[in-house]
Structures are given as structure tokens and as C-alpha cells.
């Protein structure tokens, strides 16, 4: 499955920027899905993850109350909300999904290119 995400940019701390996550040519709408990022110097990380039917979210401790998973599978996307965006939030987000399973099981077969995010403080 390829991955485009879409929504990245350049915000100032404080702002919000919502992130999606398409796939091709499959759809995701049964599997499980996340996002990961990676800070500049520093080693790809978990951010968040959900279940293919939503039911089901996961958030890192540094981005828990701020960022929100969501998915609307009648489009076939995965959202990431990201509001009170700090500098240390900048990075390249990655859209992962797992096709081998509906549930999140820690194991990611797929990976986006990823977008930027630039937040200034």
C-alpha cells in the first residue's frame, strides 16, 4: 500500500494543522493505522495509533490531550489533529498501517513518505 500524507507546513507554537493520511490503490479501511514522526537528529517515534474501526487509540505521552486520531473510512483516510503545537513537535510525520491485522498490534507493514512540520517558537 502507498501512502501520501498530506498537510504538513510551517506554524507558529500555539497553532493547529491537521494531517491525512491516503492510501494506494488499496484501502485501509480494514486495518489498523497510526502516525510516527522524526525529529531532525533524533530516531523515528510513535505518536498515535487507531484501529480500523476507530474504536481503539493510542497516543504517546508528549502528544497525549493535544493530538487527536481519527478515520473516516467511508474516504478512506486517517486523520491526525494536531492542535497547541510545540517547537519540540516539528518533525516528519509518517502515515503507517498494519495490513496484517484490524487492531493495532505494534507491527507496521507499511509506510508514508511523510510530510513536514515545522513549528516556531
Known amino acids: 500500500v502507498q501512502l501520501q500524507a498530506f498537510g504538513g507546513g510551517s506554524v507558529r507554537a500555539g497553532g493547529s494543522l491537521r494531517l491525512s493520511c491516503i492510501p494506494s490503490?488499496?484501502?485501509?479501511?480494514?486495518?489498523?493505522a497510526g502516525w510516527f514522526r522524526q525529529e531532525p537528529g533524533k530516531e523515528r517515534e510513535f505518536v498515535s495509533s487507531?484501529?480500523?474501526?476507530?474504536?481503539?487509540?493510542n497516543y504517546a505521552y508528549p502528544v497525549k490531550g493535544r493530538f487527536i486520531i481519527s478515520r473516516d473510512n467511508t474516504k478512506n483516510t486517517v486523520y491526525l489533529q494536531m492542535n497547541d503545537l510545540k517547537p519540540e513537535d516539528t518533525g516528519i510525520y509518517y502515515c503507517?498501517?498494519?495490513?496484517?491485522?484490524?487492531?493495532?498490534?505494534?507491527?507496521?507493514?507499511?509506510w508514508g513518505m511523510g510530510t513536514l512540520v515545522t513549528v516556531s517558537s
Open positions: 503507517v498501517v498494519d495490513t496484517s491485522s484490524e487492531y493495532v498490534t505494534g507491527t507496521w507493514t507499511d
Open positions: 490503490p488499496r484501502t485501509l479501511t480494514q486495518y489498523a
Open positions: 487507531i484501529s480500523w474501526n476507530g474504536n481503539r487509540r
